[in-house]
């Protein structure tokens, strides 16, 4: 294949002809965005060698592609200028977010060794809480492969997956903290949405919100083998929070999960009160091993609802056919389990605990509670369960 040298000073158009060729980028002094852009739309190898940093100064839009591989070797760097970033990144349709760099297609695959930076710090630095977008956001795809990639400094989510399928990220490592040792807070390192068969494995995370989040409508997803460092957990939802709109979680296996200093492990959590509806149904939680997390595993059937409010209008969102299984570690508190669902029938079925071993770095002995639901499997004498 002819090698074509693109100068990012320009933006590039390619003919049909070059289809099959590799574009080797190279940063032009200015924004490097377009013509990123404009060779990862005209040619099927795109290179960004060891050594260089693309600065993208505007938001990125590589949608519509097809048969692509960047091989991203040096950097991508996102400008911190945030009163940009706030007027003009990519609106995203779930919880007001926005998106610094759109990516979709058909047969995409980003790797390389190399680096995203969307230079968060300036954020924290100015204080400026409002408005941060997610770094990536794979959209309206089929068979994406991002594998061998390093994410950093994300000012809100680091990845989001939404209307796609078969979406692989393997060998990833994500670092979300800020310069102070502050919580560094919506740094989640996936959350899916509206997106089926989504494999997340052999990564390593460190940030200051979920770990992975299954948003609504997500199924067929498999999580293995992710080392995360204070996170909040391997989550299921929240589910159910607005009126009159129906949340669906099925088919979720996570497995080989290493957590250390989080604030939840294995979670699920959903609305009650006069909101939403749906279901979770078919989740795994298998081979957790936790070290020092406030709460080793949560079920929240009643999630920023008062138990008042909860009782009177208990959830809409069913829970059914989980399992938690071979879940060690120590906790930070005395209860080191908190399986709590709504009151009322069939809200929490088919749970199952098994292999279940947690201490509590506490004195005494650590507590295993839930409510209104009946445990099945190997460890469910060691739960003390009530009504409400």
């Given at each position: 294949?002819?090698?074509?040298?693109?100068?990012?000073?320009?933006?590039?158009?390619?003919?049909?002809?070059?289809?099959a060729a590799t574009c080797t980028l190279s940063a032009s002094g200015g924004d490097d965005?377009?013509?990123?852009?404009?060779?990862?739309?005209?040619?099927?190898?795109?290179?960004?060698?060891?050594?260089?940093?693309?600065?993208?100064?505007?938001?990125?839009?590589?949608?519509?592609?097809?048969?692509?591989?960047?091989?991203?070797?040096?950097?991508?760097?996102?400008?911190?200028?945030?009163?940009?970033?706030?007027?003009?990144?990519?609106?995203?349709?779930?919880?007001?977010?926005?998106?610094?760099?759109?990516?979709?297609?058909?047969?995409?695959?980003?790797?390389?060794?190399?680096?995203?930076?969307?230079?968060?710090?300036?954020?924290?630095?100015?204080?400026?809480?409002?408005?941060?977008?997610?770094?990536?956001?794979?959209?309206?795809?089929?068979?994406?492969?991002?594998?061998?990639?390093?994410?950093?400094?994300?000012?809100?989510?680091?990845?989001?997956?939404?209307?796609?399928?078969?979406?692989?990220?393997?060998?990833?490592?994500?670092?979300?903290?800020?310069?102070?040792?502050?919580?560094?807070?919506?740094?989640?390192?996936?959350?899916?949405y509206r997106s089926t068969f989504v494999t997340i494995q052999n990564s390593k995370i460190?940030?200051?919100?979920?770990?992975?989040?299954?948003?609504?409508?997500?199924?067929?997803?498999?999580?293995?083998?992710?080392?995360?460092?204070?996170?909040?957990?391997?989550?299921?939802?929240?589910?159910?929070?607005?009126?009159?709109?129906?949340?669906?979680?099925?088919?979720?296996?996570?497995?080989?999960?290493?957590?250390?200093?989080?604030?939840?492990?294995?979670?699920?959590?959903?609305?009650?009160?006069?909101?939403?509806?749906g279901k979770v149904d078919n989740v795994t939680f298998t081979g957790f091993t936790e070290?020092?997390?406030?709460?080793?595993?949560?079920?929240?059937?009643?999630?920023?609802?008062?138990?008042?409010?909860?009782?009177?209008?208990?959830?809409?969102?069913?829970?059914?056919?989980?399992?938690?299984?071979?879940?060690?570690?120590?906790?930070?508190?005395?209860?080191?389990?908190?399986?709590?669902?709504?009151?009322?029938?069939?809200?929490?079925?088919?749970?199952?605990?098994?292999?279940?071993?947690?201490?509590?770095?506490?004195?005494?002995?650590?507590?295993?509670?839930?409510?209104?639901?009946?445990?099945?499997?190997?460890?469910?004498?060691?739960?003390?369960?009530?009504?409400?």
């Amino acid at each position: 294949m002819k090698a074509i040298a693109v100068a990012l000073a320009l933006a590039a158009s390619f003919s049909a002809a070059a289809e099959a060729a590799t574009c080797t980028l190279s940063a032009s002094g200015g924004d490097d965005g377009p013509a990123l852009a404009s060779a990862l739309k005209g040619c099927a190898t795109v290179t960004v060698p060891s050594g260089v940093t693309l600065a993208v100064n505007t938001a990125l839009n590589t949608t519509g592609l097809a048969n692509v591989h960047l091989s991203l070797q040096g950097t991508i760097r996102f400008s911190s200028d945030y009163t940009y970033w706030q007027k003009n990144a990519f609106p995203q349709t779930y919880q007001d977010t926005t998106t610094m760099w759109l990516l979709g297609g058909k047969s995409v695959t980003v790797d390389g060794g190399g680096t995203i930076d969307g230079q968060a710090q300036a954020w924290y630095d100015a204080g400026v809480s409002s408005g941060k977008p997610i770094l990536l956001t794979v959209t309206q795809s089929n068979g994406v492969t991002i594998k061998n990639i390093k994410q950093v400094g994300s000012p809100f989510w680091n990845n989001f997956v939404r209307d796609s399928t078969n979406v692989i990220y393997d060998g990833i490592s994500i670092t979300s903290t800020r310069a102070d040792g502050k919580q560094a807070q919506n740094t989640d390192g996936w959350d899916t949405y509206r997106s089926t068969f989504v494999t997340i494995q052999n990564s390593k995370i460190v940030n200051g919100d979920d770990c992975v989040s299954f948003k609504p409508n997500s199924s067929y997803i498999t999580v293995y083998n992710l080392d995360c460092t204070g996170s909040h957990g391997i989550s299921v939802g929240s589910l159910g929070q607005y009126p009159g709109v129906q949340d669906i979680i099925t088919n979720i296996w996570a497995e080989k999960i290493n957590m250390t200093t989080c604030s939840n492990g294995a979670r699920i959590k959903a609305w009650a009160g006069k909101v939403g509806y749906g279901k979770v149904d078919n989740v795994t939680f298998t081979g957790f091993t936790e070290t020092n997390v406030d709460h080793p595993m949560i079920i929240d059937q009643c999630y920023s609802t008062s138990a008042a409010d909860c009782k009177a209008n208990p959830s809409k969102v069913t829970i059914s056919n989980v399992n938690f299984n071979g879940i060690s570690g120590t906790g930070t508190k005395q209860e080191v389990a908190s399986l709590v669902c709504s009151p009322g029938p069939s809200t929490c079925t088919k749970i199952q605990v098994n292999k279940i071993q947690l201490k509590t770095t506490k004195k005494g002995a650590a507590t295993y509670t839930c409510t209104n639901l009946s445990l099945t499997g190997s460890s469910a004498n060691l739960f003390t369960c009530t009504s409400s």
